[in-house]
């Protein structure tokens, strides 16, 4: 059972924005700015599309943005498009220079 | 170039330690705001957090596994090592090594990120 709760799927059409929220509590997500998101394709390693909330690596797509209200992070994907379809994980700082991973959810183009 | 690759038994029985490498390359772990992570993956499960190796071999544990896990570094060989005590069939998983950026928050060394990570490595728990 992960720290951090996020819906086990999610689905949208090309063109579309969607969005995948990650609950903590005031312990990791509530407390730091220290969320990132990965995405994992199936059968690959994953690969870090938000860090800080909001920061976007170099070379990631402006499609994907991130945020945070209270307890609760969320990545937005907008302008869905079929390469998009993947598993999505955020990941927290939990206090004492522990980290804690999502649940995960499966993103479905459809 | 920042690249990362596992490596390590494939199959360890029950009971046995697991002692896992991560090779790197365009990085220095002797770099201040730098540090390895190890990050695993059950099969068809979610990722979890093992542990954190920092520039000054400062070491994190997640707590849950604190007590059967211990991380080195080898500066000189550009190399993370992972070992894993009493290793069970739920420890069936794919192992993961990933450069970290580190902050400091309140005095205390933070990752700001994994990136990039390595390809992985499948680890099978079976007698």
């Known amino acids: 059972q992960s720290a951090l709760t996020q819906p086990a799927s999610v689905s949208g059409s090309p063109g579309q924005s969607i969005t995948i929220s990650c609950t903590g509590t005031s312990s990791d997500v509530g407390s730091y700015n220290l969320v990132s998101w990965y995405q994992q394709h199936p059968g690959k390693a994953p690969k870090l599309m938000i860090y800080e909330v909001s920061k976007r690596p170099s070379g990631v797509s402006n499609r994907f943005s991130g945020s945070k209200s209270g307890n609760t992070a969320s990545l937005t994907i907008s302008g869905l498009q079929a390469e998009d379809e993947a598993d999505y994980y955020c990941?927290?700082?939990?206090?004492?220079?522990?980290?804690?991973f999502g649940g995960g959810t499966k993103l479905t183009v459809l | 170039q920042i690249t990362l690759k596992e490596s390590g038994p494939t199959l360890v029985k029950p009971t046995q330690t697991l002692t896992l490498t991560c090779t790197f390359s365009?990085?220095?772990?002797?770099?201040?705001?730098?540090?390895v992570g190890w990050i695993r993956q059950p099969p068809g499960k979610a990722l979890e957090w093992l542990a954190l190796?920092?520039?000054?071999?400062?070491?994190r544990y997640s707590p849950s596994l604190k007590s059967r896990l211990t991380i080195t570094k080898d500066t000189s060989k550009n190399q993370v090592v992972l070992t894993m005590t009493n290793m069970d069939p739920v420890d069936t998983a794919t192992y993961y090594c990933?450069?970290?950026?580190?902050?400091?928050?309140?005095?205390?060394?933070?990752?700001?990120?994994?990136?990039?990570w390595g390809q992985g490595t499948l680890v099978t728990v079976s007698s």
């Open positions: 990941c927290s700082y939990a206090g004492s220079s522990t980290l804690e």
């Open positions: 990933a450069h970290s950026r580190i902050r400091f928050l309140d005095r205390a060394k933070v990752s700001r990120s994994f990136d990039p």
């Open positions: 365009g990085f220095s772990l002797s770099t201040s705001g730098v540090g």
């Open positions: 190796i920092y520039w000054d071999d400062d070491k």
